[in-house]
């Protein structure tokens, strides 16, 4: 169909030039020649896509008869020509007739058409995404919702025959469509007649390049352990996964629903919903897939934390420690907590039981009494800036005090530099 597309229109320059060189010239008008000419189809109910096609169709035949022709009340010549011409690149409809008519120097050419029998009445689209999961695919069908409509503007009301004829003319109108409401997919179309007006849209949704290659995943948390969070890694992983193959552009648009996909992947799993667990996740696109899985608990506090005391003069036995964190949050400022310290270098340990509250967004105190060494210890700390901080610790019996300066080098490992009136040390902290 396409090729006779073609043909037709091949044939529809030489016949016009050819008319053009039989047509008689007439004499100049003191009104004039044609130097501007429009035209209007009419035919039933032609689909408004199909219906400018042939408009413009019919413009081109137009300007090419009737432009430069000396003004005059009839063209039976251009006007046969016109019929001619057009009727023979119509499939679908029969030129009833064409009319020009000038009004000064513009000419309005009129066509009637009529249509065949057995024009299209329904139009039902078949969608089916391509290499997409199932989580992935209903992203794009949502933004395919609409995507009816595109076929029903250029099928309803359109003769099956012709329908072939319309290929380029929806093609251009669902590219058009899918640039702006899927612009990471293109799309592919076979159209299918069943019968009693029905026309089948078998519809077919591809990526477009760049598309996710890898995907990295890091999992932190600053209530529970992180190594807790290792039996979780490999679900949270296979659901990272699902966004390979996806176009980096499509999951950039719907990062949200993305971010909340693989939170609930680790928040819904029955453990992390004993505990309460909350995770937020950051996705960073690319073909490279960045994501970083934050999880948190807002009613229990578990950490596993280790330091390495370098350069302090006395109590060596004590320089290595093991502290773990078991709170209880009251409220969203204040929790109960206790804190076991093991001493692994002179295998002795130590026990503590404390409260802290938050004084503003960035900092906190906090009171402990050491059940073992029967003394109470107070302290404060407060955020700096995202990764140094400043602390104050104050033990009641020997009233020593003891201040630090802390800088976090990633997610596990920070450092210290701390001091009281009697010494000065570098701390090494890790976050288990």
């Known amino acids: 169909m396409k090729t006779r597309c073609r043909n037709g229109r091949i044939l529809l320059v030489l016949l016009a030039a050819l008319m053009i060189g039989l047509l008689p010239a007439a004499p100049a008008s003191a009104f004039g020649r044609i130097t501007q000419v429009t035209a209007e189809v009419q035919g039933g109910q032609i689909p408004p896509l199909v219906a400018q096609?042939?408009?413009?169709?019919?413009?081109?035949?137009?300007?090419?008869?009737?432009?430069?022709?000396?003004?005059?009340?009839?063209?039976?010549?251009e006007e046969q020509l016109i019929h001619e011409v057009f009727d023979k690149v119509l499939v679908g409809?029969?030129?009833?007739?064409?009319?020009?008519?000038?009004?000064?120097?513009?000419a309005a050419v009129s066509v009637a058409l009529l249509p065949w029998d057995d024009t299209v009445s329904r139009v039902a689209v078949d969608t089916r995404i391509e290499g997409m999961p199932p989580e992935v695919e209903a992203l794009v069908r949502q933004d395919l919702q609409s995507v009816e409509t595109v076929f029903d503007d250029a099928l309803l009301g359109l003769p099956v025959a012709a329908t072939d004829w319309t290929n380029g003319v929806l093609k251009h109108h669902l590219n058009d469509w899918l640039a702006a409401h899927l612009p990471e997919?293109?799309?592919?179309?076979d159209l299918e007649p069943a019968g009693d007006g029905v026309m089948?849209?078998?519809?077919?949704?591809?990526?477009?390049?760049?598309?996710?290659?890898?995907?990295?995943?890091?999992?932190?948390?600053?209530?529970?352990?992180?190594?807790?969070?290792?039996?979780?890694?490999?679900?949270?992983?296979?659901?990272?996964?699902?966004?390979?193959?996806?176009?980096?552009?499509?999951?950039?648009?719907?990062k949200e629903a993305f971010e909340s996909l693989i939170a609930h992947s680790l928040d819904d799993l029955p453990d992390?919903?004993?505990?309460?667990?909350?995770?937020?996740?950051?996705?960073?696109?690319?073909?490279?897939?960045h994501i970083m899985c934050r999880s948190n608990t807002r009613y229990f506090r578990l950490r596993l934390t280790g330091w390495l005391d370098i350069g302090?003069?006395?109590?060596?036995?004590?320089?290595?420690?093991?502290?773990?964190?078991?709170?209880?949050?009251?409220?969203?400022?204040?929790?109960?907590?206790?804190?076991?310290?093991?001493?692994?270098?002179?295998?002795?340990?130590?026990?503590?039981?404390?409260?802290?509250h938050a004084l503003s967004s960035r900092g906190d105190g906090e009171l402990r009494y050491d059940m073992r060494g029967k003394r109470f210890l107070f302290g404060?700390?407060?955020?700096?800036?995202p990764r140094w901080w400043i602390r104050y610790e104050y033990r009641c019996l020997g009233r020593i005090g003891e201040t630090a300066v802390g800088y976090k080098l990633h997610d596990f490992l920070s450092l210290e530099l701390a001091r009281d009136r009697q010494d000065d040390w570098l701390r090494l902290i890790g976050n288990f």
């Open 53 to 77: 096609r042939m408009r413009d169709s019919v413009q081109v035949i137009a300007e090419q008869v009737v432009m430069g022709r000396p003004i005059a009340d009839r063209y039976p010549q």
């Open 380 to 385: 404060v700390r407060q955020q700096l800036y």
């Open 272 to 289: 992390s919903r004993q505990i309460r667990l909350q995770s937020q996740v950051t996705i960073d696109s690319g073909e490279r897939l």
């Open 312 to 356: 302090r003069k006395d109590n060596s036995d004590h320089d290595l420690m093991f502290r773990l964190h078991g709170g209880h949050m009251l409220s969203s400022r204040d929790e109960l907590f206790a804190l076991l310290d093991v001493y692994p270098q002179d295998v002795d340990w130590d026990w503590q039981l404390g409260v802290r």
């Open 93 to 106: 409809y029969t030129v009833q007739s064409v009319s020009i008519h000038a009004d000064g120097e513009a």
């Open 185 to 189: 997919f293109r799309a592919d179309f």
């Open 200 to 254: 089948h849209v078998h519809l077919t949704v591809f990526p477009r390049l760049p598309v996710v290659r890898t995907t990295d995943l890091s999992m932190r948390s600053d209530t529970v352990p992180n190594f807790t969070l290792l039996s979780h890694r490999e679900r949270v992983q296979q659901t990272a996964d699902l966004l390979v193959g996806v176009p980096v552009a499509f999951v950039e648009r719907h």
